[in-house]
């Protein structure tokens, strides 16, 4: 069983900046791509980031230059930096991974963190 469980979401004004965590843990041999989505009430979850084992990163034309994800292989872990906040940005923040576990590549997500902007 993998669990990845994020953290840093709030409460930011426009403008301004949050970063986001995700750790993953479980019987993880590694974990291949690592992403980032987010879905906002009414819409359909959107890719955000993502990252592949190799630090490759692909991002969403809505965040590109503002948005950064970097991941820790050795602790499983990857982070959103989210700066420059638009009020088009809040929504509930998703990690989601592609663990290997005893040679198998399974699809995980987080439970989510919200992220709301104030203009």
């Known amino acids: 069983q993998v669990q990845l469980v994020e953290s840093g979401g709030g409460l930011v004004q426009a403008g301004g900046s949050l970063r986001l965590s995700c750790a993953a843990s479980?019987?993880?041999?590694?974990?291949?791509?690592m992403d980032w989505y987010r879905q906002a009430p009414g819409k359909q979850r959107e890719m955000v980031a993502t990252i592949t084992s190799g630090g490759s990163t692909n991002y969403a034309d809505s965040v590109k230059g503002r948005f950064t994800i970097s991941r820790d292989n050795a602790k499983n872990t990857v982070d959103l930096q989210m700066n420059s906040l638009k009020p088009e940005d809040p929504a509930v923040y998703y990690c989601h991974a592609y663990p290997v576990v005893a040679g198998l590549e399974y699809s995980y997500w987080g439970q989510g963190t919200q992220v709301t902007v104030s203009s």
């Open positions: 479980g019987n993880i041999v590694r974990i291949n791509a």
